[in-house]
């Protein structure tokens, strides 16, 4: 089974889609499920698993009632406060959908690069292992650094790194990067999105040998089942088509034994959210 496993849904406003800039045209307009099947299903991709992209409960409930309607989205990653007092109530009221496949917090936006490591964030987040949801990291390449002792403190919590991290690949720079990725990939309870490089690197003039030595480099420490392909789609958009994107991983992982490239394109998916 082939699953996109990071993808976003929004109606968008200026207001609820700050994040989304003038340098973003291209996003500031709705992407919803009937613009995203036709382009899975041109790919055989039977499903999806559908990433917040506003920091609401609003917005989860919301991704769960779409999933609802939709059965090929097979899961949400929704966002609710885990550094709240609300956080026990909130978890116990939306894992009674069983749609409800992660939870992310948009840690990259955050002021301080140790905002993880912060006490009652962490507190929520050790929430999460009662409900057997995993934990989606978003985070920039300085933050990498303190990944390892944040992932450390909750060794029975499945993560699943986003983006592998965001590399500097427009400007192909691949340490620290590289060895902090390779530290944090020595914890085995952390998966790896092959997801979001083409918008790391210069939109308009990206060519796949410029974003190879960062997958090489995720593969060889993460390997086939801990890595799953995601498209980030729209905001893929702002620098590739879905299909490119997707031409680009199938040739980077052709090589593998089909059970390896199974795994990357959708097994490994199944296996840390559960499907």
Same mark, same amino acid.
């Given at each position: ?80 406060? *885990? ?33 993880? *490591? ?55 720079? *691949? ?61 893929? *958009? ?38």
């Amino acid at each position: 089974m082939r699953i996109d496993s990071h993808q976003h849904f929004w109606h968008y406003s200026p207001e609820e889609y700050g994040w989304i800039d003038s340098s973003m045209v291209r996003l500031q307009c709705d992407y919803l499920p009937e613009d995203l099947k036709p382009e899975l299903e041109a790919l055989r991709i039977e499903g999806s698993i559908a990433v917040q992209a506003r920091q609401t409960v609003e917005e989860t409930r919301w991704l769960l009632s779409l999933a609802g309607r939709n059965r090929w989205i097979r899961g949400v990653v929704g966002w609710l406060p *885990l550094a709240s007092d609300s956080a026990p109530e909130l978890l116990e009221e939306l894992t009674e959908n069983e749609l409800l496949k992660g939870v992310r917090h948009v840690i990259q936006d955050e002021r301080e690069d140790d905002f993880m *490591l912060g006490a009652a964030f962490n507190r929520g987040l050790a929430l999460l292992h009662k409900y057997q949801l995993p934990y989606d990291l978003l985070i920039l390449e300085p933050q990498l650094s303190y990944a390892s002792a944040f992932v450390d403190r909750h060794p029975k919590q499945v993560f699943i790194l986003d983006h592998i991290a965001k590399p500097r690949i427009a400007a192909q720079e *691949l340490q620290p990067w590289a060895d902090q990725l390779r530290k944090l990939a020595e914890r085995p309870n952390v998966f790896c999105k092959l997801s979001g490089m083409v918008t790391e690197a210069h939109h308009g003039t990206w060519q796949k040998e410029d974003l190879r030595p960062y997958f090489d480099a995720a593969l060889e420490v993460f390997g086939p089942q801990r890595m799953m392909f995601g498209s980030d789609w729209p905001v893929c *958009l702002l620098a590739s088509t879905y299909s490119r994107w997707f031409q680009v991983v199938t040739e980077w992982i052709s090589p593998l034994t089909s059970s390896e490239q199974a795994a990357i394109l959708g097994g490994t998916a199944a296996r840390a959210y559960r499907l």
